[in-house]
T-cell receptor, first 112, second 112 residues
Framework: DADVTQTPRNRITKTGKRIMLECSQT?????MYWYRQDPGLGLRLIYY???????NKGEISDGYSVSRQAQAKFSLSLESAIPNQTALYFC???????????FGSGTRLTVV | GQQVMQIPQYQHVQEGEDFTTYCNSS?????IQWYKQRPGGHPVFLIQ?????EVKKQKRLTFQFGEAKKNSSLHITATQTTDVGTYFC????????????FGQGTRLTINP
């Protein structure tokens, strides 16, 4: 089984719909992150969480929200999806040193 | 905010040629990490550099961290088709810092 699991792998949704992307991990890491990947822009941080009670905005948090339901679970929501949120979304985890990140396999989201 | 710039954005080489990607930070880094993302895959940790002037090798890959700890490079000698993918650098300002800042990535394609 994968250390970091993202669901769904692919999703097509309509403009205005609410959608949730889920991430779970078996690494036992406290820190979890949501990144968005767009061609030519690399990986941009949306939100991150250092533990269940700690949620922080990243550089592009507008239009997104998150929930840390447990140490192992961190979900990303788009309250009202718009086409420019079409992208590849990655969840990642690390321990407190952040010496290395472990990424999930990604969710490819298309908003039409 | 902190920025990490990576060049080139794209590089196409003939198999057997060398390849180098460069990373520059606007601020001094505690460490720098490198990740590889195969086409259709997710970023996978390659290495971390911590010390000023550090050089590490992994088979045909050579990683360097600048003396000022603001720049880094990844050099691949005699590329092979298995090297295809996008290479990301990611900088951390201080140990335990809140997050890594990723460069935009260099996409390497190889003509066999």
């Amino acid at each position: 089984d994968a250390d970091v699991t993202q669901t769904p792998r692919n999703r097509i949704t309509k403009t205005g719909k609410r959608i949730m992307l889920e991430c779970s991990q078996t690494k036992g890491h406290d820190r979890m992150y949501w990144y968005r990947q767009d061609p030519g822009l690399g990986l941009r941080l949306i939100y991150y969480s250092f533990d269940v009670k700690d949620i922080n905005k990243g550089e592009i948090s507008d239009g997104y929200s998150v929930s840390r339901q447990a140490q192992a679970k961190f979900s990303l929501s788009l309250e009202s999806a718009i086409p420019n949120q079409t992208a590849l979304y990655f969840c990642a985890t690390s321990d407190w040193t952040a010496k290395r990140y472990t990424f999930g396999s990604g969710t490819r989201l298309t908003v039409v | 905010g902190q920025q990490v710039m990576q060049i080139p954005q794209y590089q196409h080489v003939q198999e057997g040629e060398d390849f180098t990607t460069y990373c520059n930070s606007s601020t001094t880094l505690s460490n720098i990490q490198w990740y590889k993302q195969r086409p259709g895959g997710h970023p996978v940790f390659l290495i971390q550099l911590v010390k000023s002037g550090e050089v590490k090798k992994q088979k045909r890959l050579t990683f360097q961290f600048g003396e000022a700890k603001k720049n880094s490079s990844l050099h691949i000698t005699a590329t092979q088709t298995t090297d295809v993918g996008t290479y990301f650098c990611a900088g951390q300002i201080s140990l335990g810092a809140q997050k890594l800042v990723f460069g935009q990535g260099t996409r390497l394609t190889i003509n066999p």
